[in-house]
């Protein structure tokens, strides 16, 4: 499960229930197409939606995962065959469409204006998908705590005085591994088994002073006020969403000076059927410049839409934590393909620091 | 022993024998429930680790079934693409093992096993960058069941339970998965069956193991021993208790595995510390407890009324009988009883004469002595009549014993009759009539009016003998005499009212029988006249102020004395006027006769061998003895004796019998005088005359000698005496029977010449010489030696101027 796009609908009931409101409005009073939407959470602007429903007729119904083996499961069983569009990171993405699971969009890139997007981002969706958002990882710590600002990933899982006992940290494969391997001076996707070897030294080091094994989000949304947590682990999205759950206004987001890994969010079209009018015409309406600004806005990640962006308003804009500065888009890649036995090591890695970690087995 | 000392002895070993005895009966129940109960308790603490162990089994079982049954894992499982399923499926299945093992801590392994045997997914804590290692099950369990798996033979669920070197106690499971089928369809095929191995440390082993070992007692080592036994489910879910060597024994056996547990003896017996010091503790307490409660109750109940029985029976005399009779029903009751029945019978016997059921002397002065106390309290008279049969003896001597005890028999009956309440003048009280001895009786008249109405009675008495006294058939001719004292008049008290009827008593029979005579001013007299008689001549007797005179006997013709009569003077009495003719019959009654004889005899026997021995003397000592020695059998011995001791010639010794002491057909005298006269000296009748020994019975006697009482000398003299002198008439008969005659009492020269010329052989009497002191005695002899030497000088010389 990644964490990624951690479920926003808790945050803004109102608003949602002002979205079904409007669906229902509009289901009754166009019987147009529908479009099936397989999305996180809070991931669209829903006056982004409400206009493409107004202005081409069809109608968007969504349906949410929250985890991304829920989604995956649903892709293997052939279940998303029933989706319309499906919201895929781009690496599953990749690995799914070389067993043809979904539809080729190359037909759709005057559509949708593909010259548009980041080249970056293009090539991570590849054929199959239509680059949505990005973002990058870092750590998330409280100014008011800390002694010193924090610089390193180092101090993740070697942390100052200050923090220990009050980290909050999330055991993903990938994610925590690449931060492991980042602390250690590694690349973060690197299959050096000694440097694999000294990120699982860290990780194992790390749980002594973990105050939960969780993510910093969830962490924060179970305990509210009354958190204890001063580090995390997390997205450039999250610090807001600290602040508002804690109620404290000192945290911030970084990217350690090592570095960091950046995600990419695709629209994909499951290749079972040939994508219908209105499943383009959603595809071609998202990926407006205008249309992807506002959304970007609505939804605070940065979007692929290269196009886009002097749209956006400035506030928006000059956040360096969303919206990445082109030096560190260009020396962080963006997720590569790993080899099965690396991943498979990284799996194991993981499971074995949480294993340990409950039986209470204690790093040297 | 006492009893109480017995009591003692036999109950402390009898309670302690019981208690024991009971203690150890205790203390096998004890160490029978001990046994059971450490058994139902090593049961169910096996039982709750099967239960335990059943529980571990099915979480385990569901926790895998859950992760094989999961869309994580089925996704992982059916992922098409390895990649894909590295990426998007492993992170969470593993997840999933991870919570499955935070769920069962116990697990260890947890791994999926492609059919090659390679892990696709191993969840074990450790190094995660070698390659998986395979699971640590025992031998080549895991390797065979592959291998089975791989041929198609083996698709159903493996389950084992085992330990390690270490006593790890595991369970393992190993269970076909298919990537598209339902685990359970055991028809799947082998191709693509991936096998899950779950191994699982199993906890509850370790804490039975804990939990007996702390109650049990941690310094006795509990034998544990666990088996696989795969083969053993038809004898799965069994208990068994048994004992080896002492030890017990538990075995439980499961369809998984069988577990033994072995609990030393040592532990069993130290178990039974606690009980064991208890029922020591309990023996000893109730031993003391009850030996001194039962000591204490048999000595209430039975030691002290035995007791309190035997003090009443010392207390107890028959004057004062402290048994009571009690109306109980227990046995010392009955002992009391039975003791008390006993002492009256002892009494009775005592108290009465058993011929005619009569109270005896000794009862009788007992009840004399109580009536006149009460009689004295209230004033009131009594009569005391002292009854002596007359000629009795007559009966018991001609008519034998039989005849004589039937008539004091009958005897006894009529005077009870006579004296019946309604026609007595007394008022007849309790044993009042008794019979003293052989026929004398003795009755008291309580509350008579005096001297007449003991008359009455007293003249009843005589007039029953007025005919005779008939006893079967016969009449005796026999008579009462009867003394008769009144009280207060002749005395106050038992003993002093007694004598005094007797006195009465004697004082009739002396008046000539067949009478009875009140106590009067004269027989008290004579009473007190004998009285000091006695005392006197108790004292000489003691102080030997008594000495013998010497009355010479004379040759009739030569007028020479030829011997002596011994007579005894008492000088304290002779001051008083009392002579031997009075004082010795006082004595004869006292019984101090004998000393009196036996004192004259040797006195008389040491002045005969002194005259002898110092003068030659060649006389006769003729001393006189009572008629008492008669029935003295060892007076014959005892003059034997004297005899020898003085050596002196029997033949000088002539012993006097007065005629009127004996008595005719006499057997017992008769052999006494036989035995002395065996001794070699004479006998003499003396006083011979005055008694009516018949003439024939003179041959009976052993008699050498008769001595003419002094009456017959005198009545020679007397002018009025016409008919021929009796002296005659003994000299006549001595004559027949060639008897030797000395006549006593010569005291005129006309006796003497009568004597002479009658032919009485020897004389004495005041005539021819008084009788002399031991001095004049001597005397006497030593002139009449002397006259016998010149006589015998003159004689030769007559005989040579002759010659």
Not at chain 2, 177 to 184: A, E, G, I, Y
Not at chain 2, 229 to 246: E, L
Not at chain 2, 598 to 623: P, T
Not at chain 2, 636 to 657: F, H, K, W
Request: a negative charge.
């Amino acid at each position: 499960m990644s964490p990624r796009r951690f479920p926003r609908s808790a945050l803004t009931p109102r608003l949602l229930s002002a979205c079904a409101c409007l669906l229902l409005l509009v289901a009754t009073q166009l019987r147009a197409e529908t479009v099936e939407l397989y999305t996180w959470h809070s991931y669209w602007g829903e006056e982004v939606l409400g206009q493409f429903e107004v202005e081409s007729g069809h109608q968007l119904r969504r349906s949410y995962f929250d985890d991304e083996s829920v989604r995956d499961a649903v892709i293997t069983s052939g279940r998303y065959q029933g989706f319309d569009i499906v919201v895929m990171d781009a690496l599953t993405l990749q690995i799914v469409s070389e067993h043809g699971l979904f539809a080729d969009l190359s037909s759709l890139n005057d559509d949708i204006g593909a010259d548009n997007f980041d080249p970056r981002w293009r090539q991570a969706c590849g054929v199959h998908g239509v680059p949505y958002t990005y973002g990058a990882l870092g750590m998330l710590y409280r100014k008011s705590v800390a002694a010193e600002p924090l610089r390193s990933w180092r101090q993740l899982f070697v942390p100052p005085p200050e923090h220990r006992g009050r980290v909050v940290m999330f055991m993903d494969n990938i994610d925590t591994s690449a931060a492991a391997l980042l602390a250690g001076g590694a690349p973060p996707y690197s299959e050096d088994v000694a440097e694999l070897r000294q990120a699982y030294g860290l990780m194992r080091q790390q749980q002594r002073h973990l105050l939960a094994r969780n993510y910093g989000l969830s962490y924060a949304s179970e305990h509210g006020l009354a958190s204890q947590m001063s580090l995390t682990f997390g997205y450039s999205s999250d610090e807001l969403e600290l602040r508002e759950l804690t109620g404290q206004e000192d945290w911030t987001f970084l990217i350690p000076e090592e570095g960091t890994l950046l995600w990419a969010d695709c629209l994909a079209v499951p290749s079972g059927s040939p994508a219908s009018a209105a499943t383009r015409d959603f595809l071609a309406f998202i990926s407006r410049p205008a249309v992807a600004a506002r959304n970007a806005e609505a939804i605070g990640y940065a979007t692929a839409n290269r196009s886009a962006l002097p749209l956006i308003d400035e506030s928006t804009r000059g956040d360096e934590q969303v919206f990445l500065s082109e030096s560190i888009l260009r020396e962080v890649p963006v997720v590569p393909r790993l080899t099965v036995p690396a991943v498979r090591l990284r799996n194991r890695m993981v499971h074995a620091v949480v294993v340990d970690a409950q039986a209470g087995v204690v790093a040297p | 022993m006492r009893l109480t000392q017995r009591v003692n002895y036999i109950l402390l070993p009898v309670i302690l024998l019981v208690f024991t005895l009971a203690a150890i009966l205790i203390y096998r129940e004890i160490a029978q429930d001990s046994r059971q109960q450490l058994q139902g308790q090593i049961q169910r603490e096996m039982n709750v680790v099967q239960q335990e162990v059943d529980l571990e089994l099915r979480s385990l079982r569901a926790e895998l079934s859950h992760i094989l049954n999961s869309a994580d894992f089925i996704n992982f499982i059916n992922a098409g693409s390895t990649l894909f399923q590295v990426y998007a499926f492993e992170p969470s299945t593993y997840a999933l093992l991870a919570t499955s093992r935070l769920n069962n801590p116990g697990i260890e392994e947890l791994q999926i096993l492609a059919p090659t045997g390679e892990a696709v997914l191993a969840s074990s804590s450790g190094d995660p960058f070698g390659a998986p290692s395979r699971p640590g099950l025992p031998a080549t369990v895991l390797e065979d069941y592959l291998r089975q798996v791989a041929a198609e033979q083996e698709l159903v669920v493996r389950e084992i339970v085992y330990q390690d070197l270490a006593g790890v106690t595991r369970f393992a499971v190993l269970q076909p998965v298919s990537p598209r089928l339902l685990v359970k369809d055991s028809q799947q095929s082998g191709s693509d069956i991936h096998v899950a191995v779950l191994v699982a440390r199993l906890g509850a082993f370790d804490g039975l193991r804990e939990r007996l070992q702390q109650q049990l007692g941690g310094e006795h080592e509990l034998g544990f021993s666990l088996a696989l036994d795969s083969a053993g489910s038809a004898s799965a879910d069994q208990f068994q208790a048994t004992v080896t060597a002492g030890d017990l024994v538990f075995k439980q056996v499961h369809r998984l595995y069988s577990l033994e547990l072995k609990v030393p003896e040592a532990l069993l017996w130290s178990r039974l510390q606690g009980a064991r010091l208890n029922l020591l503790l309990m023996v000893s307490a109730l031993t003391v407890f009850s030996f001194l409660a039962l000591r204490l109750l048999i000595q209430r109940q039975i030691l002290r009324p035995v007791n309190e029985l035997v003090q009443r029976v010392r207390e107890s005399h028959h004057e004062n009988i402290q048994l009571q009779r009690i109306d109980s029903n227990d046995e010392v009751s009955e002992l009391n009883n039975a003791y008390v029945n006993l002492l009256q019978d002892i009494h009775h016997l005592a108290s009465f004469d058993h011929l005619t059921g009569l109270a005896n002397r000794r009862s009788f002065q007992l009840i004399l002595a109580r009536q006149l106390h009460s009689a004295r309290n209230q004033s009131a008279q009594s009569a005391l009549l002292f009854i002596d049969l007359d000629n009795f003896k007559r009966v018991n001597d001609q008519y034998g014993h039989a005849t004589g005890d039937r008539l004091l028999q009958k005897f006894s009956d009529q005077l009870q009759e006579s004296i019946r309440p309604e026609d007595v003048v007394a008022s007849m009280g309790e044993n009042v009539l008794a019979r003293l001895a052989g026929d004398e009786f003795a009755l008291l008249l309580n509350d008579t009016d005096g001297a007449s109405g003991a008359r009455i009675v007293a003249e009843r008495i005589l007039g029953m003998f007025d005919q005779g006294f008939e006893v079967d058939g016969v009449c005796h001719n026999i008579n009462a005499s009867i003394g008769i004292a009144l009280a207060p008049e002749d005395g106050n008290h038992a003993q002093t009212l007694l004598r005094n009827a007797d006195a009465a008593m004697y004082e009739a029979k002396a008046n000539g029988k067949n009478r009875y005579q009140f106590f009067n001013r004269d027989i008290a007299s004579v009473m007190s006249r004998r009285q000091k008689i006695e005392k006197v001549l108790d004292r000489a007797l003691d102080s030997e102020h008594l000495h013998l005179v010497y009355m010479p006997i004379f040759e009739t013709a030569s007028l020479r004395p030829t011997g002596v009569e011994v007579l005894l003077r008492c000088p304290a009495l002779a001051e008083q006027g009392i002579g031997p003719d009075e004082f010795i019959p006082v004595a004869e009654s006292t019984g101090q006769i004998k000393r009196i004889d036996l004192w004259v005899l040797e006195e008389a026997l040491l002045h005969l061998r002194c005259l002898r021995d110092e003068h030659g003397y060649q006389g006769f000592f003729a001393i006189n003895i009572s008629a008492v020695e008669l029935h003295n059998e060892a007076f014959p011995q005892q003059v034997s004796e004297l005899i020898a001791r003085y050596g002196i010639d029997p033949a000088l010794l002539e012993l006097e019998i007065t005629e009127t002491s004996l008595v005719s057909d006499d057997a017992d005298s008769i052999e006494t005088l036989q035995a002395l006269k065996a001794l070699g000296l004479r006998l003499a009748l003396d006083d011979f005359g005055t008694g009516y020994t018949a003439f024939n019975q003179l041959a009976s006697y052993p008699v050498d000698t008769l001595k003419i009482d002094r009456s017959f000398v005198n009545a020679i003299s007397d002018s009025s005496q016409q008919k021929r002198p009796m002296v005659d008439i003994i000299l006549t008969l001595a004559e027949l029977y060639d008897l030797h005659v000395i006549a006593e009492g010569v005291e005129t020269a006309a006796e003497l010449a009568y004597l002479q010329h009658s032919g009485c052989q020897q004389l004495q009497g005041y005539f021819l010489s008084m009788p002399l002191s031991w001095n004049a005695l001597q005397q006497l002899v030593l002139e009449e030696q002397a006259l016998l030497t010149e006589q015998r000088e003159k004689g030769e010389h007559l005989k040579l101027v002759v010659d």
